[in-house]
Antibody, heavy 124, light 106 residues
Framework: QVQLVESGGGVVQPGRSLRLSCAAS????????MHWVRQAPGKGLEWVAVISYDGSNKYYADSVKGRFTISRDNSKNTLYLQMNTLRAADTAVYFC?????????????????WGQGTLVTVSS | EIVLTQSPATLSLSPGERATLSCRAS??????LAWYQQKPGQAPRLLIYDASNRATGIPARFSGSGSGTDFTLTISSLEPEDFAVYYC????????FGPGTKVDIK
């Protein structure tokens, strides 16, 4: 069955960096677009970024553009999120999510499977 | 940005009752709308996509309808495990989520 396991969260000071990872199994990772979605404590869901199945296309929410970078290593079945210049407003649980369309356009899909999330806390 | 509004914010019902949740978009999203269920401490789960298609493994008591700007998620008869928060999400223009509707036990 599909399994997505995030790691790399923790407490970090404002202005510092953090890299999240998402290990995927149970499906052909290289066939699907992958997303990061976050949820601030007690709040709703916010889409963060998407990368196409082959890594050729990447899109970001305005709130993280220029600070966050999404990437993937299809040989390792792993998704990444490099987060730089972190702010208090970036405090959230970060979920990785698998798209629902095989080799489809990354902006034309839904979030079919989700990991359990990793908590990032930005605080001095 | 397309803004999604959900109503009501909270729906208090008893097991066995019918739940009707609403999602309204600030502009047409065609049928590019999904519904997710989230329980405390868990990840969201995809229930409905393209407004009316049930995702794999989702019970038939969940149904979705609507197009354009007005959408509805209906749970025909609430089971104990259905008490949760429900989010709508559009993919017509980037990705945005509604603020959620909490379905709690009356």
């Amino acid at each position: 069955q599909v399994q997505l396991v995030e790691s790399g969260g923790g407490v970090v000071q404002p202005g510092r960096s953090l890299r999240l990872s998402c290990a995927a199994s149970g499906f052909t990772f290289s066939n699907y677009g992958m997303h990061w979605v976050r949820q601030a404590p007690g709040k709703g869901l916010e889409w963060v970024a998407v990368i196409s199945y082959d890594g050729s296309n990447k899109y970001y929410a305005d709130s993280v553009k220029g600070r966050f970078t999404i990437s993937r290593d299809n040989s390792k079945n792993t998704l990444y999120l490099q987060m730089n210049t972190l702010r208090a407003a970036d405090t959230a649980v970060y979920f990785c999510a698998k798209g629902n369309v095989i080799t489809g356009p990354p902006m034309a899909e839904y979030f079919q499977h989700w990991g359990q999330g990793t908590l990032v806390t930005v605080s001095s | 940005e397309i803004v999604l509004t959900q109503s009501p914010a909270t729906l208090s019902l008893s097991p066995g009752e019918r739940a009707t949740l609403s999602c309204r978009a600030s502009q047409s999203v065609s049928n590019y709308l999904a519904w997710y269920q989230q329980k405390p401490g868990q990840a969201p789960r995809l229930l409905i996509y393209d407004a009316s298609n049930r995702a794999t493994g989702i019970p038939a008591r969940f149904s979705g309808s609507g197009s354009g700007t007005d959408f509805t998620l209906t749970i025909s008869s609430l089971e104990p495990e259905d008490f949760a928060v429900y989010y709508c999400q559009q993919r017509s223009n980037w990705f945005t989520f509604g603020p959620g509707t909490k379905v709690d036990i009356k």
